[in-house]
């Protein structure tokens, strides 16, 4: 991390007198077990195996003093699996300063934001990378080096961030499903700018609500989180090379609140050295709420993702419509269900899930997590995933 | 309560005072708003509180599951509440944090933080019936009392619990809202609900609301220490102890927005 970051954080630490009836202090965990089956042996060497199992520990460490004024956060993230020694991973979640005033507040050190309003992709959520290896829509993301400064305002929250360090994605290894046929040899990255992972990147973003409507506007510009690929040989293996190019991007997110209605935008424009382009992903979701005369709620959804690049664009939904069902029991247990599908326009594929959990007891979560795929289209991304159709139960233990 | 209806809200409580003194007849309907008023005139200028509840859930074959929530709460005048809630309990929405702004016509503004996620959602209003946490009580259960939610009709004194009672009907004005009808049994001496008796949209009783233990605060806000909510439909029941009410603590609004969101612990 930063030099410049570790001493903002080792000097706010030192100058703040701690006395031991002025400390809190926190600790919590969670622990995850992962047991997945997958319907075939995958299409890809290595990958001829059709269950996986994982844990992940994921403690919190929290302390707070100076009357809640300051307070600093430590989440460390472990993952180990059984197959794939890229998923076998740490990261630090968040290992953070905050110092709070009446209407501003400095966050300093890795931290994760979250920017957006839509389900099936979230366009504006740029400050964090990817931790690809977590699973395909869990949106996990790794610790994101930052200074931001949040004000709050009578007409809005501006963030100003300065974000030192680039963190580049996580990638499935040689023995790991939801891959391509050429694995991403992490040794041969390259980035656009000379300062490669030290350059320093910089967004802004406003936020408000009024009545019904909650909008965000924001501007990034610095390293893509979202890197392109290219084919090389190594070693006389091809693999691909990983290269992270220099963008600018603003965006809009809004929702309006309404009734029974959400209704939901993200719109970007991205200028970066081989595109500038219009992305979006809008929609909406509906809930009927007490079905049936009893306490459960039914939300249907739907969404389209557009990108201006077509079948060029790295998203995965770049003409694609997203459709889906959410029932939520409002029981003890708080079970819900979600199902959903995802048509491309473009390939005629298609993604279908399921997405079930509840409470066990006071200190458990069990979760099952299905997915199939469907595609016929080998341009489509989705055609490497065809034989990754799998059953993922996931049980996590609070502590 | 927007001008007009306080207007006419005032006219009417002038109205019955006069009319209480020259002891002509007022309506049920009068009566019951009155009496209801006084509910609201009693409990204003508390200006914000500090609350922990612990919920305890029991379903049909008594196992029980427990909630556990810390609270702030703003008092707006001419509007409903703001307020701030911070799940403990259970383990899994620990952190979880919930911003309401409420307010006496129209829908609220609320907003969920969900922490592993780092999101905040806006969520919809409309939900006023539904349980709040899987417990016996929904959102409008929990809600801050306001006299433009509904009309009123007395019905007749009754002795209660801590003495004598007023039986008033309250009739939701809330298209959304999950009863036909509910009975408040209110105490003459303090103006306190003690009882209330909820009735479903089909008018049948469905649930009975007893408030114990009233602490008094301030020297002028009574608050029950207490809450026993029993479905009679289900047979399930939520219990809501109260502790460590705090009156009086200096919050403004600026601790009510989504940055305040984010970092309620």
């Known amino acids: ?399 | 309560m927007n001008f007009k209806t306080l207007t006419g809200t005032l006219i009417a409580a002038s109205v019955m005072a006069l009319s209480a003194n020259s002891a002509l007849a007022e309506t049920p309907e009068q009566k019951g708003l009155a009496i209801s008023e006084q509910v609201v005139v009693r409990d204003n200028g508390w200006v914000d509180m500090l609350a922990s509840m612990k919920m305890v859930l029991r379903n049909k074959q008594g196992q029980e599951s427990v909630r556990e929530i810390r609270m702030k709460v703003l008092e707006v005048a001419d509007d409903g509440d703001k307020s701030l809630s911070i799940f403990d309990r259970p383990r899994d929405v620990k952190g979880t944090a919930f911003l309401s702004f409420s307010h006496t016509q129209g829908a609220d503004d609320q907003w969920l933080y969900l922490p592993a996620l780092k999101r905040v959602k806006r969520i919809a209003s409309r939900n006023k019936s539904g349980p709040f946490m899987g417990s016996e009580f929904s959102f409008e259960d929990l809600a801050s009392f306001e006299i433009a939610k509904y009309t009123y009709k007395y019905i007749e004194d009754q002795a209660c619990d801590i003495g004598q009672c007023f039986v008033v009907e309250q009739y939701p004005t809330d298209k959304n809202s999950g009863y036909t009808k509910r009975v408040v049994w209110i105490d003459k001496a303090e103006y306190r609900m003690i009882k209330t008796d909820f009735y479903d949209r089909k008018n049948s009783l469905l649930k009975t609301l007893t408030s114990l233990d009233y602490q008094q605060y301030k020297g002028k806000y009574w608050r029950a220490s207490t809450m026993k909510m029993v479905n009679h439909q289900s047979k399930k029941s939520t219990d809501l102890q109260w502790v460590d009410y705090r009156f009086g603590n200096g919050l403004t609004e600026s601790d009510f927005n989504k940055n305040t969101l984010k970092r309620a612990r």
Do not use: C
């Open chain 1, 1 to 399: 991390m930063n030099k410049i970051a570790w001493i903002a954080i080792g000097a706010g630490l030192l100058t703040q007198p701690l006395s031991a009836n002025e400390l809190f202090f926190e600790a919590t965990a969670k622990v995850s077990t992962e047991v997945s089956l997958f319907a075939q042996q995958g299409q890809f060497d290595n990958q001829n195996y059709r269950s996986n199992l994982s844990v992940a520990l994921e403690p919190e460490f929290f302390w707070e003093w100076n009357d809640a004024s300051d307070n600093l956060t430590f989440k460390p993230f472990f993952r180990i699996d059984q197959r794939d020694s890229n998923r076998s991973h740490a990261d630090i979640r968040e290992l953070s300063w905050v110092h709070l005033a009446d209407d501003w507040e400095l966050r300093t050190g890795f931290r994760k934001v979250f920017w957006g309003v839509t389900e099936y992709q979230n366009l504006v959520d740029v400050i964090n990378q990817s931790d690809t290896v977590e699973g395909l829509s869990k949106g996990e993301k790794l610790g994101q080096p930052m200074l931001n400064l949040s004000l709050v305002r009578d007409w809005g929250i501006v963030d100003l961030f300065v974000l030192p360090g680039f963190r580049e994605q996580t990638y499935v290894g040689n023995d790991g499903r939801f891959r391509s046929s050429l694995v991403v040899d992490e040794d041969s990255t390259s980035y656009q700018s000379s300062k490669g992972k030290k350059h320093v990147d910089v967004a802004a973003r406003w936020s408000h609500s009024f009545d019904l409507y909650d909008v965000g506007l924001h501007w990034y510009k610095g390293t893509n989180r979202a890197p392109q690929y290219q084919v090389i040989s190594k070693d006389g293996t091809d693999v691909l090379k990983a290269n992270y190019q220099q963008m600018e991007q603003v965006g809009i997110d809004a929702q309006a609140t309404i009734d029974n209605w959400l209704l939901k935008s993200e719109v970007i424009y991205q200028d970066n050295p081989t595109d500038n382009y219009f992305a979006s992903q809008m929609g909406f979701e509906y809930t009927y709420y007490g079905i049936q005369e009893s306490a459960a709620d039914l939300g249907i959804l739907m969404e389209y993702g557009y990108d201006q690049r077509g079948k060029k664009a790295s998203a995965l939904l770049q003409n694609d419509i997203g459709v889906g069902a959410r029932l939520a029991l409002n029981d003890t247990q708080s079970s819900s269900v979600l199902v959903g599908m995802i048509h491309d326009l473009d390939y005629n594929s298609n993604s279908f899930s399921i997405e079930a959990d509840r409470r066990i007891g006071e200190n458990w979560k069990a979760t099952l997590r299905a997915r199939v795929f469907s595609a016929d289209d080998k341009d489509d991304v989705v055609s490497n995933f065809t034989k990754d159709d799998y059953v993922k139960l996931i049980f996590d233990r609070y502590f």
